[in-house]
């Protein structure tokens, strides 16, 4: 698993992210009186706690907080989030996506999930068809535990950092059109979930060169 050293660096494998760089495109304080002026709520109830943006859906659909505000190009989504326990699983979100009525979920988009697909795995997938996906067992999630995420795209290389290191990394080989998929959205399913210090920015970032030094 690849992580950098520096903070405000984010590596992949070919691919350097500068997030103080990163213009930040929404970062809001969260508030009951602002909750439903931010975002669109489907299949499941969200309120403020404590500073917290909590979800709360127990059924296996899409409970999703939609931001009404569009993104599109490369994003970086940042946050903090932990389950409420009893609730083990699924801290979900997505990017370059939107609602579609008709699947009463989201239609085309990337989703990113901690502790999902029913096998407590990390990873990404694309929707609707979810034929591009990949996913790791190997993060040992802890329920109750907050965890710092930043996660994203560029031009279909999508990624996830966990606590500052590298869980996921997949190329789309089809990447989704971001000037016309634009939604960000947080996402619960069969889960109770908090949410807090949600930014999103423009990703600034710079091709790497790699090539290996001869060891011997």
Same mark, same amino acid.
Not at 30 to 38: A, G, P
Not at 175 to 192: C, D, E, R
Not at 200 to 208: E, N, T
């Given at each position: 698993?690849?992580?950098?050293?520096?903070?405000?660096?984010?590596?992949?494998?070919?691919?350097?992210?500068?997030?103080?760089?990163?213009?930040?495109?929404?970062?809001?304080?969260?508030?009951?009186?602002?909750?439903?002026?931010?975002?669109? %709520?489907?299949?499941?109830?969200? !309120?403020?706690?404590? /500073?917290?943006?909590? *979800?709360?859906?127990?059924?296996?659909? @899409? =409970?999703?907080?939609?931001?009404?505000?569009?993104?599109?190009?490369?994003?970086?989504?940042?946050?903090?989030?932990?389950?409420?326990?009893?609730?083990?699983?699924?801290?979900?979100?997505?990017?370059?996506?939107?609602?579609?009525?008709?699947?009463?979920?989201?239609?085309?988009?990337?989703?990113?999930?901690?502790?999902?697909?029913?096998?407590?795995?990390?990873?990404?997938?694309?929707?609707?068809? %979810?034929?591009?996906?990949?996913? !790791?067992?190997?993060? /040992?999630?802890?329920? *109750?535990?907050?965890?710092?995420?930043? @996660? =994203?795209?560029?031009?279909?290389?999508?990624?996830?950092?966990?606590?500052?290191?590298?869980?996921?990394?997949?190329?789309?080989?089809?990447?989704?059109?971001?000037?016309?998929?634009?939604?960000?959205?947080?996402?619960?399913?069969?889960?109770?979930?908090?949410?807090?210090?949600?930014?999103?920015?423009?990703?600034?970032?710079?091709?790497?060169?790699?090539?290996?030094?001869?060891?011997?």
């Amino acid at each position: 698993m690849q992580h950098s050293g520096n903070k405000n660096r984010l590596t992949l494998i070919d691919k350097e992210i500068d997030i103080s760089g990163s213009e930040i495109i929404f970062q809001e304080q969260i508030r009951t009186d602002n909750i439903n002026s931010i975002f669109e %709520f489907h299949n499941s109830n969200w !309120s403020i706690e404590e /500073g917290w943006l909590t *979800g709360k859906n127990p059924e296996e659909s @899409a =409970g999703m907080a939609i931001i009404n505000q569009d993104f599109p190009g490369n994003i970086l989504l940042e946050f903090e989030s932990r389950t409420v326990l009893p609730s083990t699983r699924d801290i979900n979100f997505m990017w370059n996506t939107e609602w579609d009525p008709g699947l009463n979920s989201c239609s085309i988009g990337y989703i990113g999930s901690i502790c999902g697909w029913w096998t407590r795995r990390a990873g990404i997938e694309k929707s609707p068809d %979810f034929s591009l996906r990949a996913t !790791s067992s190997n993060f /040992g999630f802890k329920p *109750g535990r907050i965890y710092s995420v930043k @996660a =994203g795209s560029i031009d279909g290389n999508c990624f996830i950092f966990i606590n500052g290191k590298l869980q996921i990394e997949l190329n789309d080989p089809d990447p989704i059109n971001n000037q016309k998929y634009t939604k960000v959205a947080l996402s619960v399913f069969s889960s109770h979930v908090q949410f807090r210090n949600i930014i999103v920015r423009h990703v600034a970032w710079k091709q790497l060169k790699i090539n290996y030094k001869p060891e011997f």
